[in-house]
């Protein structure tokens, strides 16, 4: 071979290794580099009165052939199978040129769209939204609630992806409450991070009243629904702004930007969010001292929770598998700690006293006591069961073997609030406990924690073993209520109801309590 041969071969061969590393490249980066496809929804309404609403998903940049589209089961918050699939109607999928894509129903709550491969294709629906309940749609032709879990199709492989929402609204209603970001100068149009953000973020629309908001640190706290009710609504937020305060106090910081209290209307319940929660609310009656005092204290619950259960949490909720239960033994923390926070956050910031705060743990008490299920179930079988018993057990279904995690979970914040201030001669509460949770799991370790962990930082905090005290987490041992109340100089008297023949256990203040007994009950109160 020729110099000129060898050397016309030599760059042949270069040339080819060069154009086929070239195309590597260019194949990796294709599949690295690939576009997330558009996923843009548009709710509107036709008719109100009907109970329905229409939603449109315009989907762009799907690289396969074949799309699930699914609709979530349950609503973090609400820890029960809802099923919501089943009110979705009319489904149907067209390609660009308006032509009815394939659809297929693998299962329940899931829709397959096939021939969709680099396509724009719409997804059009029915919603049927007729029945008031803070984890349900509704409309009528007044407002309209729409809880996202509920209304929005998501696709598994794109749950970390950002949505746009357009809400179509009836022209007399001028307002829309949620926590999600507005896009600039775009009426009823906004964008979010991901699904689960957007799951986060329930939607109100209606004519709707916004009372006035008031700051901490800096930091706006909105209070909007429908049909708020008469009352007086100044007094209605200077109340609520000492709740947020104290609930702020607790962890010295702030962790959302906005925060927006919305009240939805006559309903049942109130769900927590991150940077907002639902709550069925109705004014009226508030110019009564125990109406508004029990407002404060169930707001207090709601607000709370944006710490407790949205950062705090236990490991298993999150992030959310939306198609089954995310069970976990620790919704006694979740949901029963918090209880105990709404009376301690309503007594410190001076919107109830000393006796009406201890009426409070009585009643979770007397529920206790006299609930037989307490013979049979355990305060972390409660938690877990949930999906089954529902948050309160499941009293009037057979034999009573089951209990409410809210109450057990309030008093079991009592023990162990008593428990370490008596360890450390109150210089540490339960406050600490809550302090070291939201610190090392949300904030450093940014994950939930298991129960073992919960346990271990406890006694860190407590600086002893706390396994006698646990033992009314895992067992059903009864509780020696008299000996953790001692250590704030206090005590149980105990009565018979002469009508039911119920246990009545009322809280006593003892004599001749020594000093270290004063100090705890002055910290316990926050005197």
């Known amino acids: 071979m020729s110099k000129l041969q060898n050397s016309f071969f030599q760059s042949c061969l270069i040339i080819s290794s060069l154009l086929i590393l070239s195309a590597c490249t260019l194949n990796n980066k294709t599949a690295a580099d690939l576009p997330l496809p558009d996923l843009q929804y548009t709710i509107s309404i036709k008719d109100p009165s009907t109970h329905c609403f229409h939603v449109e998903l315009n989907f762009s940049g799907w690289m396969r052939d074949t799309v699930d589209l699914k609709m979530a089961k349950w609503m973090p918050g609400y820890y029960q199978i809802m099923d919501y699939a089943k009110g979705v109607t009319s489904f149907s999928a067209l390609d660009n040129k308006g032509k009815n894509l394939p659809v297929a129903r693998p299962d329940s709550n899931t829709w397959r769209v096939s021939g969709i491969i680099n396509m724009t294709f719409r997804v059009r629906y029915e919603i049927k939204a007729d029945r008031r309940f803070v984890a349900n749609n509704y409309l009528d032709t007044t407002h309209a609630y729409f809880v996202p879990e509920a209304t929005f199709l998501y696709v598994k492989e794109l749950i970390n992806k950002p949505v746009q929402i357009r809400i179509k609204v009836n022209s007399p209603w001028d307002k829309t409450a949620t926590g999600l970001d507005s896009l600039p100068e775009k009426a009823n149009e906004f964008t979010t991070s991901d699904f689960d953000m957007l ?3 329930p939607i109100l629309a209606g004519n709707l009243e916004e009372l006035p908001p008031f700051e901490i640190d800096g930091i706006k706290h909105r209070f909007i629904g429908y049909n708020l009710g008469s009352f007086n609504k100044i007094e209605f937020m200077a109340k609520l702004k000492e709740v947020v305060k104290e609930g702020v106090s607790i962890f010295g910081e702030i ?9 939805i209307g006559p309903g049942y319940g109130g769900i927590e969010h991150l940077n907002n929660t639902t709550v069925s609310f109705n004014g009226n009656g508030l110019d009564k001292k125990e109406s508004m005092n029990s407002m404060m204290s169930y707001l207090a619950h709601e607000y709370f929770h944006n710490f407790n259960v949205k950062r705090i949490r236990p490991f298993e909720l999150g992030p959310f598998d939306y198609e089954k239960e995310n069970r976990t033994n620790l919704l006694w923390v979740s949901e029963g700690l918090s209880m105990y926070y709404e009376y301690l956050i309503v007594k410190r910031a001076g919107i109830i006293n000393n006796k009406e705060f201890l009426s409070e ?32 057990g499941n009293p009037g279904k057979g034999a009573d073997k089951s209990i409410s995690y809210y109450d057990k979970g309030a008093v079991t914040g009592l023990i162990l609030d008593l428990s370490i201030r008596n360890a450390t001669e109150n210089d540490k509460s339960l406050d600490d406990l809550m302090r070291l949770l939201y610190n090392r799991y949300y904030k450093i370790l940014q994950r939930g924690f298991t129960d073992a962990e919960f346990q271990q930082a406890a006694e860190s905090v407590a600086g002893i073993s706390l396994s006698r005290e646990f033992e009314y987490v895992y067992t059903t041992r009864e ?19 002469g009508l039911n023949g119920k246990r009545r256990l009322s809280i006593i203040k003892l004599e001749n309590t020594s000093s270290i007994q004063d100090k705890i009950f002055k910290g316990l109160f926050g005197d």
Do not use: H, M
């Not at 962790?255 to 009240?263: A, E, S, V």
């Not at 109340?485 to 109801?497: M, Q, V």
């Open 255 to 263: 962790p959302y930007k906005q925060f927006t209290f919305i009240g």
């Open 199 to 201: 799951f986060d973020c």
């Open 479 to 497: 509780i020696d209520y008299n000996n953790y109340l001692s250590f704030a100089g206090l005590g149980i008297a105990e009565t018979k109801d």
């Open 361 to 392: 743990l009585e009643g979770n008490i007397n529920a206790l006591e006299n609930d037989s299920g307490r013979y049979y179930q355990s305060l972390v079988q409660s938690s877990y069961n949930t999906w089954i018993d529902g948050p309160f």
